[in-house]
């Protein structure tokens, strides 16, 4: 589990979103409203097809109006890896936020975490991003 993952708040324009990714080396942001609870995650591939035609399109969309209406899974610090994977499998999502007990972002897991733990591990995070490979290695 990653205990700080990257964040955005719902109100934050689509660039902002864009920009934070872009910053932090991550797939993830966790959406959340004024109270630390988490309304969705956006992930990079969302966003780029979602990008909003115009030059101005991406500083006007909410990020909030790019998860309304998708499920909203969710963890507890508690849940067994069965647990999440059964809710990440049931919510067809690569990354779900881990919530406290009143309901505020304590992580966020994803599908590099489980497949860490799957392998003994441990929760380790996913590797980190490196340059294209090369034709040999594909």
Do not use: K
Request: no cysteine; aromatic share 4%.
């Amino acid at each position: 589990m990653t205990r700080s993952p990257a964040t955005v708040q719902q109100n934050a324009s689509l660039w902002t979103a864009w920009d934070l990714l872009q910053a932090t080396g991550t797939r993830h942001l966790v959406v959340v409203d004024d109270r630390r609870r988490p309304v969705g995650v956006l992930d990079d591939r969302t966003i780029a097809l979602e990008w909003p035609p115009g030059p101005l399109g991406a500083h006007r969309t909410p990020v909030h109006a790019l998860v309304r209406g998708r499920t909203r899974p969710r963890v507890r610090g508690a849940d067994d890896a069965a647990t999440v994977a059964r809710t990440m499998l049931g919510a067809g999502a690569d990354a779900v936020p881990v919530v406290d007990h009143d309901g505020r972002l304590a992580g966020l897991v994803t599908l590099w975490h489980l497949a860490g733990l799957a392998t003994s591990d441990g929760w380790g995070g996913p590797p980190m991003r490196s340059p294209a490979r090369s034709g040999a290695e594909r």
